[in-house]
Each structure stands twice: as C-alpha cells, then as structure tokens.
C-alpha cells in the first residue's frame, strides 16, 4: 500500500496512505470492513479506530440473533413470556424500526424471522416449504403485533422474532460515521461489506467515487457515484438463490405472501442521507414491482435510486446528479 505507518492488532489493521489518509479494515458481521479518514496525527487517528471498531463489535454482539446471549436472541427467546428492558442503543434502534415501519406502509419490517427460518436459505439442500407452513409462520410475523414502550420490548407471541441482520449493517455504518466525526474528522468514508458512508471529500477529488457492481459482471463496476455526506447502499436477489422444479427462489422474502419476491427487478441501489434508510429502501423496492419500487424511492424525500432489470436501468429523478461523469 505504500504506507507510512503500519499497525496490526487482533482486531484490525490501521496504515497511512500516501495520500495522508487513515485506513482501517476488520472483518465484522460477516463481511470485509474498510475505514478511510483524514485526521492531523497517528494518536488521534489510532483513538478513532479503536472507538470505531469496539462499537462495532459491540454492535455484533447485542444484536447478532446467531449469538444466544444477544440482545436479540433474549427478546426472541422471551417471546410470548415476558417483555425485555432497553438501553439507549436499544431504544434508538427499535424507534428507527418504527418510523421505517410506518413510512414504507410495512414494507420495512424486521420481525420476518419466522419466515427466514422456515425457508431456510443456509441449508445445503434448501426445499419449498408447504402452503399450511408458511401460513402458519406468517402469523407470527407483523411489526404491529410488537409491543414497543420506553423501557420495553415484548414480543406477544411464541415463535415471534426479531432479525436485524436486513438492515443492522447499515445501521452500524451511520454509526461508524457519527464516531469519527465525533473526533472533528470532517473527510472519511465507511464501508461494511459495501453499505458506505461519506463525509466531506478525499484528498484528490472534490467527492468520494463509489463504485456500483455490475451483477451480471461480479467484482467489475458498471457505473460510478460521486459523494459527499450521503450514504449508498444495494440490495439484490441475485446472488443467494436456489432452484427448484425449473423455478429460481431468491433469498429475500416478502412478507405480505411467505413467498421469496417474484419482481424482474433484481437490483437496487439507493443513495440517501443516511445509510439505513438507503438500504431499506433499497430492500423494500424490491418487493414491489418496478415502478411501484421507484415510486417509493421517489417519494422519500431526499433520497434517489437505481432499479435494475435484465433488460435495462431505471432510476429516479434526480439520481443522475450523482452519477459520475468522468468514468
């Protein structure tokens, strides 16, 4: 990398570009993490990497539901039984669910576990499960049945619960940002497995250029973004799938049937001014069909999106003000 300085931990590794910009990269939640920020001194760059990856890992711990002590796996476990206090984190979150819940008239809805489970996606031979059962799961699944208080969750019925692992990525990322900038940086991108969020500018450019992965070409970008203080983020049903009787089941699943969603619309990418809401934008235009998806887009304010299908792009408004001219 041409580093000035190197330093390794066990939890991630911090080097000075050239360019005087700090980059830190972990893996965490099962994905590649990358830090970039401008900061005045090795001291202060090594303070903000260390705050920024602890909360991260704190993050995985409390809200990871393949963890049984999580903060999740209790709710999920308490079920039908009893409700669970809340922290701060807690609170924030869960409010966030709430307000996503309302604007996306259900769309965004992060008690679909239910339904993951029965389906089941991680299994080597995954199967179509029968009409009686996903029935049977999609009972038990609704934000509206979540009882949300000050100092409580509950979930009311057994067999209910939470997954945060649609959205919680993104989440972290709007968190990361708000760290380093706690710290007066006022240049930095953070990327988690590919969620970003900017600030300010890199050294050579007057915005961050992000580039979004052509699907039928993995690793190889079809188009780029440029940005500053804005988040982007990209769903797909193209790449976790499997194929039954000649017909293709993707990963995500819409709630509102218990079937994986059946939209020609395959990608979507989403900029906004916070990675969280462009990631569950992202998720839920997928859901509809493409027009209704670009609907919802357009109809956030401040944010702008890109659907893709296997015959073309198509994307709102005022999203080619962020496509970068100079590829």
């Not at 988690?192 to 979004?212: E, S, Y």
Request: with cysteine.
């Amino acid at each position: 990398m041409g580093a000035l300085m190197k330093h390794e931990s066990d939890s991630h590794a911090i080097a000075q570009r050239p360019d005087g910009f700090f980059e830190v990269s972990f893996h965490a939640m099962g994905t590649h993490c990358i830090l970039l920020y401008d900061c005045d001194n090795e001291r202060l760059a090594n303070e903000v990497a260390l705050e920024a990856v602890n909360w991260v890992r704190f993050f995985e711990r409390r809200y990871s539901r393949f963890l049984k002590d999580s903060f999740v796996s209790t709710v999920n476990s308490l079920a039908g039984v009893e409700p669970v206090a809340l922290e701060e984190e807690d609170r924030r979150l869960l409010g966030l669910c709430q307000s996503l819940n309302f604007i996306t008239k259900g769309l965004f809805d992060p008690t679909t576990l239910p339904l993951s489970i029965l389906w089941d996606f991680k299994r080597k031979s995954p199967e179509v499960p029968s009409e009686i059962k996903i029935k049977e799961a999609m009972k038990r699944v609704g934000w509206n049945r979540v009882v949300l208080k000050q100092d409580e969750v509950f979930l009311p019925h057994s067999g209910m619960g939470l997954d945060f692992g649609g959205f919680g990525k993104e989440y972290a990322v709007d968190r990361v940002i708000e760290i380093i900038n706690s710290f007066g940086v006022g240049n930095a991108m953070v990327n988690l497995g590919g969620d970003i969020h900017t600030l300010g500018r890199p050294k050579d450019a007057a915005n961050w250029i992000i580039g979004i992965e052509n699907p039928k070409e993995p690793g190889r970008p079809s188009f780029a973004l440029e940005l500053s203080g804005m988040a982007v983020a990209t769903s797909g049903t193209y790449a976790r799938f499997f194929e039954k009787e000649q017909k293709r089941y993707s990963h995500l699943i819409d709630h509102r049937t218990g079937y994986p969603v059946s939209s020609n619309v395959f990608s979507a990418s989403v900029v906004s001014s916070t990675c969280l809401e462009a990631g569950a934008l992202a998720t839920c235009s997928l859901l509809c069909e493409r027009k209704e998806g670009l609907g919802l887009i357009e109809n956030y304010f401040g944010a702008e999106g890109c659907l893709r299908t296997d015959q073309s792009l198509y994307w709102s408004k005022g999203f080619d003000q962020f496509i970068c001219k100079n590829q």
